[in-house]
């Protein structure tokens, strides 16, 4: 059983930055792709980026490409996602989600596992 943490959200005008963490415990991490996804109110979740084992091919949403970049760190377990050029349809709350296997998905439900998520509000 994998556990995910998010940290790092909070309220930054538009324009600013962010960078969102997620600690995996309970599972060997470099065994699992990563993703980021996003849920605004009203909306339905939303794939924001994903990352394969290796950190060496990342895929993102049309949306936050050129904007957000996605990382990992397997000696910390621990992936990143830097936040730059915000905007206010980036509002959401941002949940990282783990998936059994080496390649990246896309999908919410190919992923295994899900943090509870962080808040993240950009104010125009």
């Known amino acids: 059983q994998v556990q995910l943490v998010e940290s790092g959200g909070g309220l930054v005008q538009a324009g600013g930055s962010l960078r969102l963490s997620c600690a995996a415990s309970?599972?060997?991490?470099?065994?699992?792709?990563m993703g980021w996804f996003r849920q605004a109110p009203g909306k339905e979740r939303e794939f924001v980026a994903a990352?394969?084992?290796?950190?060496?091919?990342?895929y993102y949403a049309d949306s936050v490409k050129g904007r957000f970049t996605i990382s990992r760190d397997n000696g910390k377990n621990t992936v990143y996602l830097q936040m730059n050029s915000l905007k206010p349809e980036d509002t959401a709350v941002y949940c990282c989600?783990?998936?059994?296997?080496?390649?990246?998905?896309?999908?919410?439900?190919?992923?295994?596992?899900w943090g509870q998520g962080t808040q993240v509000t950009v104010s125009s």
């Open positions: 990352i394969n084992w290796s950190g060496g091919n990342t």
């Open positions: 309970g599972g060997t991490f470099s065994n699992y792709a």
């Open positions: 989600a783990a998936h059994w296997g080496y390649e990246v998905v896309v999908t919410p439900k190919e992923y295994d596992y």
